[in-house]
């Protein structure tokens, strides 16, 4: 479909009446607008990872279409249409700023530069280089990122480096290496064509990632058998084409996803030839155990046992377990409702145990596949290493060999790499509050509203004693306000680079434009910062981001995620290839882990899988216990409060607040209650309500729907006026590091 403007706009204020009765949004824009010309790229928001062409008149961004050759054909959704407004909001940073007597000031490059880099080597020269730290963001560029972590961990002998990601990503990161040896998943988008079975878990597809969401939708249509589950705690506009919504008690769903496997063996739909050959046990201890075993383990978790944690009927337990198995080809997809949990690693691996037990995994179609949420957090830090223990490419900071092979890539001398991994995020701003973090760099992340229990870390991060530099683009970002410097950064197509999606997927993001006033590419600030920081000048010999995609293919060339074949050349005339790609004339892999589909894998190798991540060859289901959240409702916090997203917003605002269309949808936030709790407490649409935690509190205007089970309320956190964050907890998966920001307890009171 094509549309014109005033068509678009009409579109877009139907949008939310459309999302209300679940219907995909999807739309390719006009294609009759007159422009310069057009460039290839990525767009800016979800790990959905949609091409785009940037359409370019008088060197301006006019509009922005979807790209017909990448995975979306064409289609983009409203946020990735409506860029423009956002790469010329009037709140753009232009010039380098500094703070002087409280406020900051336009400064030159020199003046924010030497004085950060200053500020840097003072650290590290009283208080060792443990006393410096790098956070940045799922958003940045692969080029960024690689190029960010290599000056930390290579170039000052730092592991603080840590990123968004690690609110975002971590358990499905250490899901997939505990059960495969390997991150970042097996399948791809072409299996949603032959799925038949559709279960989705802690994932609101709908608003999250539309693109997605419009294939699953357009699949069921196609074909009427096709099933779709989904597991949510609210009835969301992804639940709307569902076959079967399965609500639940919040942090339940591990038991859930245990009573599913005990049907699967009780009914005998399990793939025994499968999971016999190309599975090992393994109990919580990592002791290596059998099948047997593992029927016993499950002993415990009989639906009707689970029906009375979670409140789910065991028949719905029965039935959806079978729907799963009886499949001919399963797709589980989840996101933020599994991942930021305290128990996220385990009921990660709860998902996979599912495909391992019944074999649907590594046919097309067959996957579990986690959905990642910024656009570039699998290619930029998970891929490149950037979080605080790891290093390049799958590499470990503690393992020695993998320390010794970078140092050598790298042209360091051996064993000089610092062996201790550094500080996670949550622990990183608490050492900040501590003193023990002097000095901060942060780039392309808004911590000072997206951290859990935010007051806390906004402390930390206003100490007098402590400096802040920041590489931002707009200056309503809120972590301005706690910046000593702010670097004005290239934003989105002003700058070329590479973002990595959720399906393993390498696309470039041309340069379309030249950035406004003194804005500069990251790359170039990073490696300018790094010189004057007394950082080896062979270590950043880059001067530009083309520069570092070459190394970055260099570094992952000797491990499985082998992408040698995507060249530069190769991205500017493609829309976007997946790794593994070993050569320049490999097509890409759709499927991991599969002889005759994954270049990792010889092709005379004597079985059909490999799991090669493991010593063995063989992945791992797990015994993982069901444990419940760090924060369970009781009679002082009777209700279970949890955050999210809503279709027309990215994160924190700064970019989708600027766009009157999507401003107008969700002008702030609000409280969701269902509609019962609300009648018993006298609440109406629109009414003040006070929400309470441990930690603070805030009046809300409520909507009464039945998207919540009673008993819980949702806030989305985009709202930088109602940052829900001040009330949420930050416990933390103690595998992933990754924080509990779906459950904590609440209070509630109409005021
Ligand atoms: P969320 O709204 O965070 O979105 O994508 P999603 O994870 O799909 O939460 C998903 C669901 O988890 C919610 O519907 C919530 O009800 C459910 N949930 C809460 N508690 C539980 C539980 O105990 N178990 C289960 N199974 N589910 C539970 C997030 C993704 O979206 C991410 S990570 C990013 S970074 C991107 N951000 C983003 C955005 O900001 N706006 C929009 N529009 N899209 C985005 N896409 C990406
Ligand atoms: P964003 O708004 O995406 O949120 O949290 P953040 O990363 O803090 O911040 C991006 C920042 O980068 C913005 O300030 C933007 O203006 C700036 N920016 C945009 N483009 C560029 C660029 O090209 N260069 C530079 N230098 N800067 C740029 C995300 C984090 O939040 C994530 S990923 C998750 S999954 C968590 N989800 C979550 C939740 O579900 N609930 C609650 N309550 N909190 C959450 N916080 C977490
Ligand atoms: Fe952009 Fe995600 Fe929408 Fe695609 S689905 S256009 S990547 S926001």
Avoid at 3 to 24: C, D, N, Q, V, W
Avoid at 186 to 208: H, L, M, R, V
Avoid at 634 to 652: A, E, S
Wanted: hydrophobic content about 35%.
């Amino acid at each position: 479909m094509d549309i014109t403007r005033r068509e678009f706009l009409k579109y877009t204020a139907a949008s939310s009446a459309f999302m209300a009765i679940g219907g995909p949004l999807a739309f390719a824009a006009s294609k009759d607008q007159t422009v310069d010309h057009w460039v290839k790229g990525v767009c800016r928001f979800c790990g959905t990872g949609c091409g785009v062409m940037v359409g370019v008149k008088n060197k301006k961004v006019v509009t922005v279409k979807g790209d017909p050759n990448n995975h979306n054909a064409g289609f983009l959704c409203l946020k990735g249409a409506l860029m423009t407004p956002i790469i010329y909001a009037k709140e753009r940073i232009t010039e380098p700023l500094i703070r002087k007597n409280g406020k900051l000031v336009p400064a030159t490059w020199d003046e924010a530069l030497n004085l950060t880099a200053s500020k840097f080597k003072e650290a590290i020269k009283k208080y060792g280089p443990t006393s410096v730290a790098y956070y940045g963001s799922g958003q940045a560029l692969t080029e960024e990122t690689y190029l960010a972590s290599k000056i930390f961990k290579a170039g000052l002998k730092c592991n603080n480096v840590e990123g968004n990601p690690r609110l975002c990503m971590a358990s499905a990161v250490g899901g997939y290496v505990t059960t495969y040896g390997k991150d970042e998943p097996c399948g791809s988008y072409d299996d949603i064509n032959a799925a038949t079975c559709f279960f989705i878990i802690g994932s609101n597809t709908s608003e999250c990632h539309p693109i997605i969401f419009k294939k699953i939708a357009a699949r069921k249509q196609a074909d009427p058998n096709v099933k779709v589950i989904v597991v949510d705690p609210r009835k969301t506009n992804t639940a709307r084409i569902a076959d079967i919504h399965v609500s639940f008690k919040p942090g339940t769903d591990l038991a859930i996803l245990n009573a599913m496997a005990y049907v699967i063996i009780e009914e005998e739909l399990d793939n025994y030839r499968f999971h016999s050959k190309y599975v090992n046990f393994m109990d919580n201890q990592k002791n290596k155990r059998t099948f047997e075993d593992y029927k016993k383990f499950l002993e415990d978790y009989t639906p009707e046992k689970v029906e009375k944690i979670s409140g789910v009927p065991a028949e719905t337990i029965r039935k959806i377990a079978k729907i799963f198995a009886e499949s001919s080809a399963t797709m589980s997809l989840w996101t933020m409702g599994i991942n930021q949990r305290i128990r996220g690693v385990w009921a990660n691996n709860l998902i996979s145990n599912l495909h391992l037990l019944t074999g649907h995994i590594g046919k097309p179609g067959a996957t579990p596949f986690s959905l990642t949420g910024q656009p570039n957090a699998c290619g930029g830090v998970r891929d490149t290493g950037g979080l605080s223990h790891l290093l390049p490419a799958g590499r470990l900071i503690k393992k020695r060999e993998h320390r010794n092979e970078m140092e050598e890539l790298w042209g360091l001398p051996k064993d000089s790499l610092n062996p201790k991994p550094g500080y996670h995020t949550v622990a990183l701003f608490k050492a900040l509050g501590e003193g023990k973090i002097k000095a901060l760099l942060i780039l392309c992340t808004n911590p000072a509203q997206s951290l859990p229990n935010v007051n806390k870390y906004r402390k930390a991060m206003a100490r007098k004693d402590n400096f802040i530099a920041l590489i931002e683009c707009f200056r309503d970002a809120e972590t301005v306000k706690f910046a000593d410097v702010v670097f004005p950064a290239a934003f989105w197509c002003e700058r070329e680079g590479v973002y990595g999606c959720s399906e393993r997927r390498y696309s470039l993001i041309g340069k379309a434009i030249d950035p406004p006033g003194k804005c500069r590419p990251t790359v170039n600030i990073l490696v300018d910062l790094a010189v004057r920081m007394g950082v080896d000048p062979k270590l950043v010999p880059f001067k530009n981001s083309a520069d570092v995609w070459d190394e970055w293919r260099k570094v992952a060339r000797p491990t499985p995620y082998n992408f040698w074949g995507i060249t530069r050349e190769r991205l500017r005339k493609e829309s976007g290839i997946r790794w593994p790609c070993p050569t320049e004339d490999h097509p890409g892999t759709r499927i991991r882990y599969v002889r005759g589909e994954d270049p990792n894998i010889p092709k005379d190798y004597k079985h059909k899988y490999f799991f090669y991540g493991k010593p063995d060859g063989k992945a791992v289901i797990w015994f993982r216990p069901y444990k419940g959240p760090a924060e369970a409702p009781d009679k002082d916090y009777p209700f279970v409060l949890t955050t999210g997203r809503v279709i027309d917003h990215w994160h924190t605002g700064t970019m989708t607040m600027k766009v009157p269309e999507l401003r107008r949808s969700f002008p702030n936030a609000y409280v969701e209650i269902n509609e019962k709790d609300a009648k018993k407490m006298g609440i109406q649409n629109g009414d003040r309500v006070l929400l309470e935690t441990r930690r603070d509190k805030m009046v809300f205007p409520a909507r009464v729907s039945d998207v919540c089970r009673p008993g819980l309320v949702f806030v989305p956190w985009f709202d930088v006026n109602l940052m829900i964050n001040k009330l949420t907890k930050d416990a933390f998966d103690p595998g992933s590091k990754q924080p509990e920001f779906k459950i904590c307890a609440v209070r509630i009171k109409k005021v």
